[in-house]
Nanobody, 123 residues
């Protein structure tokens, strides 16, 4: 089993920045990719970004390209999501997830999920 704990959410004004963290523990060797997803109130969960543990290969949703950066620290088993130029449309609960598949963007292929952290961007 893999346990994921997110932190770093909060309230920020439009144009501001936040950094989310996701600490992984347990059988992390069974995972290939770490991803961030978000779910706004009344909307479906959507992919944000993903990174592979090996090689640090990344992929992003078009809506966050150039504003968000995903990174990882293998020694700490921690993944980060640096979010810059935040907009009210980024308001959502952000979830960290782990997948055995390489660089997948499909939520169904992520097996382990964190509890989520709220990000609220005010205009």
């Amino acid at each position: 089993q893999v346990q994921l704990v997110e932190s770093g959410g909060g309230l920020v004004q439009a144009g501001g920045s936040l950094r989310l963290s996701c600490a992984a523990s347990g059988r992390t060797f069974s995972t290939a990719t770490m991803g961030w997803f978000r779910q706004a109130l009344g909307k479906e969960r959507e992919f944000v970004a993903a990174i592979t543990w090996r090689g640090g290969i990344t992929t992003y949703a078009d809506s966050v390209k150039g504003r968000f950066t995903i990174s990882r620290d293998n020694a700490k088993n921690t993944v980060y999501l640096q979010m810059n130029s935040l907009q009210p449309g980024d308001t959502a609960v952000y979830y960290c997830a782990a997948s055995p598949r390489v660089l997948t963007t499909y939520a169904a292929e992520y097996i382990h999920w964190g509890q989520g952290t709220q990000v609220t961007v005010s205009s």
